[in-house]
T-cell receptor, first 112, second 116 residues
């Protein structure tokens, strides 16, 4: 079983819809939770970054972390065609190597 | 300023050949990371550098893989005697420093390696 599980999709929604992306994890040592967005043939770019449990909002994006359930989510409101990309969750422990453990990525398409 | 750059963008090689992949981190970033992104596998950590030293090589899949970093800047990932299962996108990332807290990692565009 992988440390981080993420449904690879693909997920296709109409423009303007609310999108919910999720990851589950098994390592209770994870303290830092990130969402990266990756456009085709590009490197991942950091979208949201959360420490420990709670919510964080940035414009149309909201990240939620529930450490008791080992479950994180990313919500995209008023989705736009430009949001079409692969979304990767990533996590790391508070100490030790700063390597990120990634989910498989969810491929999202927003249809105009 | 310039972001992380990687070269070559694409590499096609024959099974059994050696390949070298290069990464130029963001200027001033002391930490550098290599990841591999395979179809259906997501991103897998390979190795990271703090300065020129590599405290964690745990992700290197076999002894055919090695990496070095010189001058605290450029890094090279070398794959010897390439196999078809080495085909993947190799991503490099850098961050400002290394410490107790998670620093943002900035990724390059990757090198797409195809082993025939």
């Amino acid at each position: 079983q992988k440390e981080v599980e993420q449904d690879p999709g693909p997920l296709s929604v109409p423009e303007g819809a609310i999108v919910s992306l999720n990851c589950t994890y098994s390592n209770s040592a994870f303290q830092y939770f990130m969402w990266y967005r990756q456009y085709s043939r590009k490197g991942p770019e950091l979208l949201m970054y959360t420490y420990s449990s709670g919510n964080k909002e940035d414009g149309r994006f909201t990240a939620q972390v529930d450490k008791s359930s080992k479950y994180i989510s990313l919500f995209i409101r008023d989705s736009q065609p430009s949001d079409s990309a692969t979304y990767l969750c990533a996590m790391s422990a508070i100490q030790g190597a700063q390597k990120l453990v990634f989910g498989q990525g969810t491929r999202l398409t927003i249809n105009p | 300023g310039a972001g992380v750059s990687q070269s070559p963008s694409n590499k096609v090689t024959e099974k059994g050949k050696d390949v070298e992949l290069r990464c130029d981190p963001i200027s001033g970033h002391t930490a550098l990371y290599w990841y591999r992104q395979s179809l259906g596998q997501g991103l897998e950590f390979l190795i990271y550098f703090q300065g020129n030293s590599a405290p964690d090589k745990s992700g290197l899949p076999s002894d055919r893989f090695s990496a070095e970093r010189t001058g605290g800047s450029v890094s090279t990932l070398t794959i010897q005697r390439t196999q078809q299962e080495d085909s993947a996108v190799y991503l490099c990332a850098s961050s400002l420093t290394f410490g107790l807290f998670q620093e943002t990692q900035y990724f390059g565009p990757g090198t797409r390696l195809l082993v025939l």
